[in-house]
């Protein structure tokens, strides 16, 4: 088994309104993207990694790569971006771990509980999160249609981990079908009707979206770029 990684980076980051892109926001003197590339890097069971960068700034993520990855251009989804990182990984790549450079801060352990699973022979496995909040269905007009029962609800991160051949079969068949309302890589997988199992995320794995999601990060983060261990969060406890 060879494990490759793909950093998708190539985003506008919209949400975040930083007036660049997202992967590239400086975190504590690095880039966004430099964060989780160096948690993949170090990771003993991740052997190639393919960072997908932003057409304009290939050059840039290249040298702050400093020989740690492959930087390849995106396309104009995400799901465009995940098949460039796809076609740029080495033939003997037999399974793939789909980050969000959007995730920075994800911790090693979650990395290593996904490559377990494949190693155990799963074809698809994603980080989860239970579900804290009450959800409630409301209808156009913002009235209350229902509360939704939540014990079977997760949120999922990334890395997604995947068998190669499941994930390119997967992408080809959206590709031809216009998924556009699938977000992951994983709801790809389930669509073509192939089993998805889940392993327990971290908190520390959120994803920045929004400003509010950048303080965290820089809050979060703080004491870990002065060299002090990160504070560990609630993790998933379910799978
Ligand atoms: N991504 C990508 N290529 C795209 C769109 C998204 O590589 N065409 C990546 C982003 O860089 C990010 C991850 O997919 O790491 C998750 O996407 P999201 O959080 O939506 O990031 P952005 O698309 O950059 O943000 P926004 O939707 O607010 O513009
Ligand atoms: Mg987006």
Redesign the pocket.
Known sequence: MTIGAI??????????GAGR???LVDLHGRPI?DWSLSTFADHPGVEVIVV?A?SDAVDELTAGAAGRALVVP?????Q???QAGLSALPAQVSHVLVH????PLVPPEVISSVIAALHAGLDAVIPVLPVIDTIKRVDANGVVQATVDRASLRTVQTPQGFRRDVLVAAHRCGHERERSTITDDAGLVEAIGRVVQTVPGSELAF???TPHDLQLAYRLAGPWAYGAEPTQPRTGGLS
């Not at 950093?7 to 975040?16: D, K, T, W």
């Not at 969000?100 to 995730?103: P, S, V």
């Open positions: 950093i998708v980076a190539a985003g506008s980051g919209e949400r975040l892109s997202k992967a993207v997908v932003p995106g396309g104009a989804t995400r465009d971006s995940v969000d450079a959007a995730r994803k920045i979206t």
